[in-house]
């Protein structure tokens, strides 16, 4: 989107604010890689200089910065004229772009005498009670000292089966993770649109209420420069998944980021839902892939919806998967469909022998180390 048409939005506002924004005290933003880099994979330094100075100049919110781009930056100094499809040259790539990225937003923040902090995570880091529990802790501490927290994936060690997938949505999940009030998704394009924004006939949709107002929107893949793992369709799942822990979410334009944060109505404005659910179950929710599938009984079933229960060995009928005490299982009803999904208490080669045996049996049996639950109602979510 050109200057032309970014200062015709600001000039469209009347003056008018957004409450949820301008109320809003703890921030997290995502930035893309398209929006840093230039097209041959270099950080482009006005670009981030820009983008440092808009988060610079919130007063005194709390920012977390959730920034793609280390990929991208490693491309030009290995040789790379795009962004490789293989995870080995990918990890390559994140090792010598990443300390680059970083470099960058210290010497710019620093202009702003602010300290900047970086955090790398895996998706094992935060779905892990203590992984979740420090993960939380350090962001918060980094916070109370007044430092912005650099979050990106830890691209060099996370392997295909233990990826966040993209950044949008690990930004989603470190709002919900640090309890945020807004998250604002920046990219190369300044608002969802019903359709291409190329196109003289798509319009730009101001604010989303909820899914019924994304009934037929064409949502786009990612863009040509190649740089990014994402596009609208991430985005507005981004947004699905923070509105849903009560994050008002704002989508708009990188070179638009001190007027979103200003609280202009420029991009796309998507709105929380009313309640706040736990932010580490929401995590378990949409951070997580099951390793696995607990087969339950009706009565199982039931006992875990309607009652809010812990699942029993009592209630499981057969077990799939090759997971170990703390992973992540699908808990499946008798139709097929994952009703719930948790942290499994035992490796799956240990519970054949405990199915559809009562706690209190198993203990007399087997010893009192066994009268426990498959999976504590803490550690598992719904999932309808």
Do not use: C
Request: neutral net charge; aromatic residues 2%.
């Amino acid at each position: 989107m050109g200057t032309v048409r970014q200062e015709q939005i600001r000039a469209g506002h009347n003056g008018q604010v957004r409450q949820q924004v301008t109320a809003a005290r703890r921030i997290v933003v995502k930035v893309g890689s398209s929006s840093l880099t230039t097209a041959e994979g270099g950080l482009d330094a006005a670009r981030v200089a820009a983008l440092v100075s808009a988060l610079a100049g919130t007063g005194g919110r709390e920012i977390v910065l959730v920034s793609s781009g280390a990929i991208a930056a490693g491309l030009a100094p290995l040789g790379l004229a795009k962004r490789p499809r293989d995870l080995a040259t990918q990890q390559a790539a994140a090792s010598v772009g990443q300390g680059r990225l970083m470099h960058a937003y210290t010497e710019e923040f620093g202009r702003h005498a602010r300290t900047v902090g970086q955090v790398l995570l895996t998706v094992d880091d935060v779905t892990r009670r203590a992984h979740y529990r420090n993960a939380y802790r350090t962001l918060r501490r980094l916070l109370d000292l007044d430092v912005v927290p650099i979050v990106n994936e830890n691209d060099t060690v996370a392997t295909q089966e233990i990826r966040f997938g993209d950044n949008d949505r690990l930004a989603a999940l470190v709002a919900a993770l640090v309890e945020a009030d807004l998250l604002v998704l920046l990219s190369d394009v300044d608002a969802l649109y019903t359709g291409n924004p190329a196109d003289p006939g798509s319009r730009k949709i101001e604010l989303v209420s909820g899914p019924a107002d994304l009934d037929g929107i064409a949502i786009s893949t990612p863009g040509k420069a190649g740089l990014g793992t994402g596009g609208m369709v991430t985005k507005v799942e981004a947004a699905r998944i923070a509105t849903g822990a009560g994050i008002n979410v704002v989508l708009t334009a990188a070179p638009l980021a001190a007027a979103a944060l200003a609280g202009e109505p420029v991009g796309t404005l998507f709105t929380a839902s009313a309640t706040r659910p736990s932010a580490r179950l929401h995590w378990l929710a949409h951070a997580t892939a099951a390793r696995g599938r607990l087969h339950l009984d009706a009565g199982a079933v039931q006992a875990v919806v309607e009652r809010q229960a812990s699942l029993l060995p009592a209630g499981i009928t057969s077990v799939d998967g090759a997971f170990t005490a703390g992973d992540p299982v699908d808990l499946v009803g008798p139709t097929g469909v994952a009703i719930a999904r948790g942290l499994v208490a035992y490796d799956a080669r240990e519970l054949p022998p405990l199915l559809g045996r009562s706690t209190s049996e198993l203990a007399a049996t087997l010893g009192p180390s066994y009268d426990r639950e498959i999976v504590h109602r803490d550690d598992l979510v719904l999932l309808h």
